[in-house]
Every structure is written in structure tokens, then in C-alpha cells.
């Protein structure tokens, strides 16, 4: 294929790899940025959506489209219920303090991870597409006959992964409105500006916490239903979306929404981009080295506060 | 309305009030005078919920108070203005005042009143509240705190920073709250400010309500500013 085309479907495996990362990566931003809690936990509650995806679809039987929507409302919901209980249990008991969070959710990590190998097992397993077909894709060129358009062989993309596109950006769209423009969007930004004055005006802070920590595992949890059909469900394939979603955060500012969807665009399109054309260990390299660059130049990240 | 009977309060393992005790009844602005770190705003705090009390009695309209959750608090009719006024920075006008409309349930004919008190206000209202000059902002967290229509509010070191028309303007709202049968504690440095307003005055010395007194009895004795105040 020519470099052209190439690019061309580069590119459109990147934004898909981009829209999963934006949903994932507003999960950690959002539960860093009101309650200041670094989630290492994070990326087994995407492993979970993709588990209980998988868990869902094969209990339920039918038509893959009836099976696939209900896990796409299903296990985000299911997984933003159990991350709102090991808030309740476990980061309440220990006053949402920073370090203490760290090391009680690295714990939290290795118990999700292990009790789901201990009982989904180390295989990966599909989930069916709800729909798929191939759609071809045209190129153009300037030949003798001037401007014209063809279809390289090879150049295409399939309905899901448009899906998976177009469900991120309605998500985020969603996740917008709720915070710009409701009463519940009106709590959680008071609460992330400052947690005591939001109690001294009668929020009730673990509360929306708890609500916090639910809808970021169920953010993460709702990109790993969306990429299953196109990866595998994995009990271990919590990893490298939780990697890349530090560095996304880190980029984009911590707590800063638009900075967390700008950096994920950026490293989910290069991240797909640099993977196509050469390895994706080269990318992740290249996204490591991005993220020293900003702590070193730009501490605060792309778009967050600078510190007084 | 609000009485705090020897109340202890810590920080972790600091103790920071020691069997303090104070009283603002309706229509009563009671003056908490003392030096830097004597324990006024922990006071505040405390009636706030905010710092968790160890042991005594926090009593609104004869009701138990003490150990309800720090949110409850103003919703029983408690509005507080903390010092350095703690607005939420990158919020709105509008949005400062619907959080605090939010608290006790209350509309739009309170927001009309409470901006009735503050017109500039209303010409800011899509302005995000950092963006105001300091005394804008000692507005906005006051009429911030108006609209729960408080029972009792707590005021820290509100004219902190400000230009003598804006102070006029705060303690012009506060004497009207007062008229009106709202209880008031307010922190102030300012000796002249806290003689013109206040009905009573405590003294707080390390966490303790050390001595009451009138603003007659104050200026009677200058004594007292200056062990408890040290100016």
C-alpha cells in the first residue's frame, strides 16, 4: 500500500484506540481531580468491564446485538456499583488520605485481578461485535485525467470501529452536559474546588465521592466493552490502559477534563499511528519520553493550574 | 439560638478549644476577639461541623447539634462566610449563588432579594468569581451565605483586606441581618469595626472563652485589649 493510505488507515486505527483511551483516561482524571485520589486500581476496572462483557454476552445468548447492548449497559453499571462499595469500604476508612490512597488501591489492584484469574481464568476470550461490516475506503490522486478518486486494496475500516468512534464521542458529549450543565455537575465541581466550603454549603462530600469513584470506574469500564470485540477480554489487559491513562493525565493537567481529552486524542492517535508503522513498544517508549518532557518543561501538564 | 457549652474540639492529636463556651442569641452580634491562633476560626469551624468536636454541648434553638455530619449543618439554618471567602474560584457569579441557594432549597425570589442587597452582583453574574476585584468577592460570599436565609451566620474576618465603602457596605448588611432576628458571631482584628456593631464580646485565649463583656465595659478598660489582644 502506498504511504498515503497507509497513513490514512493509521490514523483511523488510532482514533479508535484514541476514543477507548479518552473514555478511560476521564475516569482516572475525573476521580483525581475532585477527590485527589490516585486510582491505581483504575485499569482493573476496565479489565472488569471487558470480564463481565464477556460474562454477559455468553449468559444471555441471542442476537450479538441484543447480547452486546446489554453489556455495554450492564458492566459499566455493575462495575461503578463495585468501585462505589471499595470506596465505602475501603478509601472512606482511611479519610481519602493521598498516600494512604496509593497503596490501598495497589491492593485493590491485585485482589480484582486475582479473583477474577481464580475465577474467569487466565484465557482470552472474544466477544461477538454486534456488527461489522467491512466498509472499503477511497483515496485520491492526481493523475493525467487530473484529480481522481480509487480504492486501494486494503484500505478499510469496519462499521464497529466507526461505532466505537462515534459511541466515545457521544460519551463525552454526555460527560460535558452533565458536568456544564446540571445541578449534579454544579455538586461535583464544587466539591473538586474545595471539599470543606462544598460541606459548609450542605454537599455531602463522601457522598460524591463515592458517585465520583463509581462513574470513573464505570467511565473505564465502558471503554473496555467498547474494545472488546476488537481485542480479547484478558485478566491481565488492565495494564497498559492504566499506563497510558497516567500519561494522558499527566499531559492534559491533572484534574483538567479538557486537558485529559486533548492528551488522549494526542497519544491514543500516536499511540495507533506509530503502532502501525512500527512497534507498539516504540510508541509506548515515545509516550513515556513525552510524559518526562512535560514533568520536566511543564510540571502542571498542558492544561492544568500552574501551582502558586 | 446558638450556644456552645464547654466544647472541645482537636486538630488529630492537637486539642485546639478547651471547655469553650459562648452564646449568640436572636438579634445578637456576639464579637470573638482574640490573638493569631487563639482558636476563633476553629471556633467557627466547629459550629460548622468541620472540626470534630470531643466532647460539650452545640445547641441551635435548644436542639442538639453536635456530631450531625458536616453537611447537615447548614442546612438546619447555619450560613458561614470563611475567611479569605473560599468562593469556588472558577465558577461563575451565578453558580456561587446557586450552590448556596441549593443548600436550604430555597428559589428564585431569594436570589432576587439577596441580589437586591448586592446590585453589582447582578451585573456579574456569567463572571467567573475569581475574576472579581476583593471586594466583589467579600459580596459574593456573603450573599453567597444569604441565600440558605440563615438563622445564625458566621462571619470570618469579613472586611480582611477591604476599602472603607466596601467594610460600610458589609457592616450596613450585617446591622439589617441583625434587625431582622438573625444571631451573628463574627470574627474581626479590627477593635474599632467589632465596638461599633457588636452587643457582646468574648475573648478566646488558647481555645478558651477566657471573658465576656460589653463594648461599654470594653472601652472602659483598655486593659483587656491589650492582654487579650496585645494591641
Redesign the interface.
Known amino acids: 500500500m502506498e504511504f498515503g493510505p497507509h497513513l490514512m488507515l493509521a490514523m483511523l486505527e488510532g482514533l479508535v484506540q484514541a476514543s477507548v483511551l479518552t473514555l478511560t483516561a476521564l475516569g482516572l482524571s475525573l476521580v483525581f481531580g475532585v477527590m485527589r485520589v490516585v486510582n491505581v486500581a483504575h485499569g482493573e476496572f476496565y479489565m472488569l468491564g471487558a470480564v463481565l462483557a464477556w460474562w454477559i454476552t455468553s449468559l444471555l445468548g441471542g442476537s450479538a446485538l441484543i447480547e452486546f447492548t446489554a453489556a455495554l449497559i450492564l458492566a459499566p453499571l455493575l462495575v461503578g456499583l463495585l468501585a462505589g462499595l471499595a470506596d465505602w469500604l475501603i478509601l472512606r476508612r482511611v479519610d481519602y488520605d493521598p498516600e494512604r490512597t496509593i497503596v490501598a488501591t495497589i491492593g485493590l489492584l491485585y485482589i480484582i485481578q486475582q479473583v477474577t484469574l481464580m475465577t474467569y481464568g487466565p484465557d482470552a476470550r472474544p466477544v461477538a461485535p454486534p456488527f461489522n461490516t467491512r466498509l472499503a475506503l477511497p483515496w485520491f490522486e492526481f493523475g493525467e485525467n487530473g484529480f481522481a478518486l480509487y480504492w486501494p486494496w486494503g484500505l478499510s475500516t469496519t462499521s464497529y470501529k466507526l461505532f466505537v468512534i462515534l459511541a466515545a464521542i457521544l460519551t463525552l458529549i454526555g460527560v460535558w452536559l452533565l458536568m456544564a450543565k446540571t ?1 449534579i455537575g ?2 461535583l ?2 466539591t473538586q ?2 471539599s ?10 463522601e457522598r460524591i465521592y463515592a458517585l465520583v469513584f463509581g462513574m470513573g470506574a464505570a467511565l473505564a469500564a465502558l471503554g473496555a466493552v467498547l474494545v472488546v470485540p476488537i481485542q480479547q477480554a484478558h485478566y491481565l489487559m488492565g495494564a497498559d490502559p492504566l499506563l497510558l491513562s497516567f500519561i494522558v493525565v499527566i499531559i492534559g493537567g491533572l484534574g483538567s477534563l479538557r486537558g485529559t481529552v486533548v492528551a488522549a486524542i494526542l497519544i491514543g492517535m500516536s499511540d495507533g499511528i506509530i503502532s502501525v508503522f512500527f512497534t507498539p513498544t516504540l510508541a509506548k517508549m515515545l509516550a513515556t519520553l513525552l510524559v518526562a518532557m512535560v514533568l520536566v518543561y511543564r510540571p502542571q501538564g498542558l492544561f492544568g493550574a500552574k501551582p502558586a | 439560638m446558638l450556644k456552645l457549652t464547654d466544647i472541645n474540639a482537636s486538630y488529630g492529636k492537637v486539642q485546639v478549644l478547651r471547655d469553650l463556651s459562648l452564646e449568640a442569641k436572636a438579634g445578637e452580634i456576639l464579637c470573638l476577639l482574640g490573638r493569631n491562633g487563639a482558636g476563633k476560626t476553629t471556633v467557627m469551624k466547629t459550629i ?3 472540626v470534630p468536636m470531643t466532647s460539650g454541648s452545640l445547641q441551635l434553638e435548644a436542639h442538639e447539634i453536635s456530631g450531625l ?7 438546619l439554618g447555619i450560613g ?1 462566610i ?1 475567611q479569605g471567602r ?1 468562593l ?4 461563575t457569579v451565578g ?1 456561587n449563588l ?3 441557594l ?3 432549597g430555597k428559589g428564585a425570589d431569594v436570589r432576587e432579594h439577596v441580589l437586591g442587597m448586592f446590585p453589582l452582583l447582578r451585573e456579574r453574574l456569567d463572571q467567573r468569581a475569581e475574576t472579581l476585584s476583593g471586594g466583589e468577592q467579600q459580596m459574593l460570599a456573603t450573599a ?1 451565605a444569604l441565600c ?1 436565609e440563615p438563622k445564625v451566620l458566621l462571619l470570618d474576618e469579613p472586611t480582611e483586606g477591604l476599602q472603607p465603602s466596601m467594610i460600610s457596605l458589609i457592616r450596613d448588611v450585617v446591622v439589617r441581618l441583625k434587625e431582622q432576628g438573625v444571631a451573628i458571631i463574627l470574627v474581626e482584628q479590627r477593635v474599632d469595626a467589632v465596638l461599633e456593631v457588636a452587643d457582646k464580646i468574648t475573648f478566646v485565649e488558647n481555645g478558651r472563652s477566657a471573658m465576656t463583656v460589653t463594648p461599654a465595659e470594653l472601652k472602659a478598660d483598655s486593659s483587656l485589649l491589650q492582654r487579650f489582644v496585645g494591641v
Open positions: 445541578k454544579l455538586i465541581r464544587a474546588l474545595d470543606e466550603t462544598a460541606q459548609a454549603f450542605g454537599i455531602p462530600v | 460548622m461541623g468541620l455530619p458536616a453537611y447537615r449543618v447548614p442546612k458561614y470563611p473560599r469556588f474560584s472558577e465558577m453558580e446557586q450552590i448556596g441549593m443548600t436550604r453567597r440558605l
